[in-house]
């Protein structure tokens, strides 16, 4: 296993002020603390390769399970290994085998440009100069940013920034990746750029990549198997697609007619939306059938739609475990 834990736990103190001046004021002096656990007992193995997906609510303990298995943080308790290593020794050797990028956080610096970018990534990791050209130009044409090259990175749109933070990221060819938030922000066309990337990385490298999202798209395109986490505690962990089926409990169905048309509705169905022509369902998965049969033959109808339940519903349900 290149990830293991066991019994992995993370608890805070947290002071509790009391409100106003008097209460800053007794602070000084008698200070009460509550107790925060933020993970656990934590029990996780991920073999090499894999591409896991960590799911949760915010506040669940996704980040703070990221930051322990890189070693920012320390665990209050549990067993812990990645890739051999106890994280939070903090090794030179463990360091120079992961790579995270973080969403919401860069570790570009703003006035060079992305070609002078890669350049010290280059140093700070020792890569040598044939391996960094060939790496470099895999990425550039996986990306297609050769035209960004040789501008600053301060200048560059949110996606080509992200493009540019995997890049370096993944530059010293680590054995993990792990993503927090990797298209927060970003549009649909630089999501599945992203995505494509990402993909591509794990399938022709075999970089085992943990990713964290709350983008449920990312997590069903690219991970077979999910974990989530709720409360620090893990509540699911296996196929993704089987979690989502598990979940997803009813289906959309939109049924156009030839002309305006009264149509009766089954009591097992709630009417999303009605106008003279147009008609929206919603009804569980088993009662699909049943719907077509009420409605094809009887009605003129010029089309039917299908669809999957709205994400966010399931991931609320996923969430609250129901």
């Not at 990534?121 to 790496?135: G, Q, S, V």
């Not at 680590?174 to 630089?190: H, Q, R, Y």
């Not at 505690?233 to 049924?255: A, N, P, V, W």
């Amino acid at each position: 296993m290149i990830i293991e834990t066991e019994n992995l736990t993370k608890r805070y103190k947290r002071y509790k002020k009391q409100e106003g001046l008097a209460g800053s004021i007794k602070g000084l002096f008698h200070r009460e603390y509550e107790e925060k656990i933020a993970v656990a007992d934590f029990d996780i193995c991920v073999k090499e390769g894999e591409f896991v997906g960590l799911i949760g609510p915010n506040g669940a303990g996704k980040t703070t399970l990221v930051k322990m298995l890189t070693g920012i943080i320390a665990p209050t308790s549990g067993r812990i290994q990645v890739m051999g290593f106890y994280p939070n020794k903090l090794e030179n050797a463990f360091k120079q085998q992961y790579a995270v990028v973080m969403g919401q956080k860069s570790q570009l610096f703003f006035e060079l440009t992305a070609e002078d970018t890669l350049k010290l990534f280059k140093e700070i990791y020792r890569i040598p100069e044939n391996e960094y050209k060939r790496d470099k130009e895999f990425f550039v044409d996986l990306f297609q940013v050769q035209e960004l090259m040789n501008v600053q990175v301060r200048t560059l749109s949110l996606g080509e920034r992200m493009k540019l933070e995997l890049m370096a990221s993944l530059l010293h060819n680590p054995k993990i990746l792990f993503l927090d938030e990797p298209t927060i922000g970003l549009d649909a066309v630089a999501s599945k750029q992203i995505r494509t990337f990402l993909k591509d990385v794990n399938e022709s490298r075999g970089t085992t990549i943990l990713l964290t999202s709350h983008y449920m798209e990312d997590i069903k395109v690219l991970c077979k198997r999910s974990i989530v986490v709720n409360h620090g505690r893990k509540i699911y962990d296996g196929d993704t697609d089987l979690l989502f089926e598990r979940y997803q409990k009813s289906k959309r169905m939109t049924i156009y007619f030839e002309h305006s048309a009264e149509p009766d509705v089954p009591e097992y169905c709630r009417v999303l939306e009605k106008t003279d022509d147009k008609l929206v369902l919603e009804t569980s998965k088993q009662n699909v059938e049943k719907v077509l049969e009420s409605y094809i033959g009887h009605y003129p109808i010029r089309d039917i739609g299908i669809e999957d339940e709205d994400i966010g519903s399931v991931v609320e349900r996923i969430y609250k475990g129901v």
